[in-house]
């Protein structure tokens, strides 16, 4: 692997939304930053220490006063990208920290790619790949719990876990090559069942990666059912708004409406669709295209019934189309008489979308689905949500696989020792340990400017 280059220049963006807001900052890091800004910046004090905040006006060439600022200096390494960092906080407002950033760029400092503060950070071993990554998931997680999976994986819990099993392959390997150098020294031990050890840490983690997922990229859920069973009501009620028109005039929705709930942490984007029935409605028709569509792409259907009125065709039709695993049966509207009996072998969740009747029952139904025979521990606060991850701990567990096989097939020990190394290498891709720079660069350019 070749040596990673860290640029030595000064990198500057603004680091807060674009927008009118309280507060905007511009911030800089690199060898010089403050020679930037003493450029800039009036104060009245000559020495600036680590770690304080300075009040001040930032000006410029003709010393026009830009904006009344506060600025924080965190000298290297105790800072985020352990470079000299400076933030400069002025008001809020696309001007000022405009103009502040143009001031900062025309004084020596070039703009920073996306994510770059963080790869520097990573470059110079603040944080390893690993927790680079759960920094674009605490800024992007939508639920309580996507978030605190991702702040748990920035404060090195995941990492933890890996560098605890590359030692240990590490250490397996130590004692083969001491064993293959030394046969008489060392006493013999059993490589198998270290191996199956170390493997089994890492299926534990390969196993919590379907529920990582589901916390990490959440749910879409398709309402859908023949006209007027109440499919917008319930979108409404779930996402307690208003977002679609609800009428007793079947065939209202015509378009997809789409609205993001919470179920417990799980954000779930839920999408209400077109009543779907035999009609020459054209643009009816379109519609139940859409929905169609929607539900075969969904991960949990909710097949909508009506309690009120009869099991008839249209139901028997859906039914058929959506019998499956993902499917969740659902009586609507049981604040009325009863005049809907389904077929014996399916269960219903009865709710009424209008009373809100039976809406916690759904949602716990919804859950089942979901994590199905995967045992979900909120409080389990290691979970695998990353794509790469999950690959690399698969390839590395295929590698300790083989090397218990070439150790039972009696094959020299020194070809388990391939196979180690590459199960070795493909868990130190997590953390960067062992990664292309390709891949790197990849991961930074998903960041925003600033971060
Ligand atoms: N009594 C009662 N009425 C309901 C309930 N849910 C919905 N309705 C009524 O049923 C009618 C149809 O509701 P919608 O939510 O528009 O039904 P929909 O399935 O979206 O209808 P389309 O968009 O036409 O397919 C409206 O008059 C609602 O007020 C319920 O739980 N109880
Ligand atoms: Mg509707």
Redesign the pocket.
């Known amino acids: 692997m070749e040596a990673r280059k860290i640029s030595d220049d000064i990198i500057a963006a603004i680091s807060t939304p674009i927008g009118t807001g309280g507060i905007g900052i511009v911030r800089m890091s690199g060898t010089g930053s403050l020679s930037i800004l003493k450029k800039i910046f009036k104060c009245h004090c000559n020495d600036f220490q680590s770690h304080h905040i300075y009040y001040g006006s930032i000006v410029d060439e003709t010393e026009n006063i830009i904006d009344e600022v506060l600025v924080n200096i965190m000298f290297a390494p105790k800072s985020y990208t352990r470079e000299d960092v400076i933030e400069i906080n002025c008001h809020g407002g696309l001007l000022c920290v405009k103009q502040i950033l143009q001031l900062v760029l025309n004084s020596g400092a070039r703009l920073a790619e996306p994510g770059e503060f963080t790869k520097r950070a990573y470059l110079n071993g603040r944080l390893d790949l690993l927790q680079a990554e759960a920094v674009i998931d605490v800024i992007n997680s939508k639920t309580d719990l996507s978030k605190q999976v991702a702040v748990n994986q920035l404060s090195g819990s995941l990492s933890n876990k890996i560098n605890e099993c590359l030692q240990i392959i590490l250490d397996i390997i130590a004692r083969i090559e001491a064993a293959i150098d030394y046969p008489d020294e060392y006493e013999i031990f059993d490589a198998s069942q270290e191996i199956l050890n170390v493997s089994e840490k890492i299926k534990k983690l390969l196993d919590s990666a379907d529920v990582g997922k589901i916390i990490h990229n959440g749910i879409n859920i398709a ?1 859908v ?12 009620n779930l996402a307690q708004k208003d977002s ?11 378009d997809i409406i789409c609205e993001y709930i919470n179920i417990d942490g799980i954000s779930a984007k839920i999408l ?4 779907i029935h035999l009609t020459e409605n054209v643009v009816e028709n379109l519609g139940i295209e859409k929905a169609k569509i929607c539900a075969q792409n969904a991960d949990i259907i909710l097949l ?1 019934f ?3 009125r009869e099991f008839d065709n249209d139901d028997k039709n859906l039914l058929s189309l959506y019998n499956s695993d993902k499917t969740l049966f659902v009586a ?5 008489t009863q005049k809907f009996f389904a077929p014996d072998n399916f269960q219903l969740t009865k ?5 809100n ?1 039976g809406l916690d029952d759904l949602r716990k139904n919804i859950k089942k689905i979901v994590f199905g025979k995967n045992i979900f521990d909120k409080s389990n606060e290691i979970f695998v949500c990353n794509v790469r991850h999950k690959t690399a701990l698969k390839n590395s567990y295929d590698s300790l696989m083989r090397a218990i096989k070439t150790i039972s097939d009696g094959l020299p020990i020194d070809l388990t020792v391939i196979d180690l190394r590459d199960a070795y290498d493909f868990l130190g891709e997590i953390i960067g340990q062992s990664v292309s720079d390709k891949i790197t660069d990849e991961i930074f350019s998903k960041f925003c400017v600033g971060k």
Do not use: E, Q, Y
């Open positions: 309402i059912g023949k006209p007027n069973v109440g499919k917008s009501s319930l979108l409404n679609a028109i609800v009428t007793d005039i079947p065939g209202t929705t015509r209400d669709t077109a009543g909508l009506d309690w009120s609507n509207k049981i604040d009325l709710i009424s979308a209008k009373k009747f």
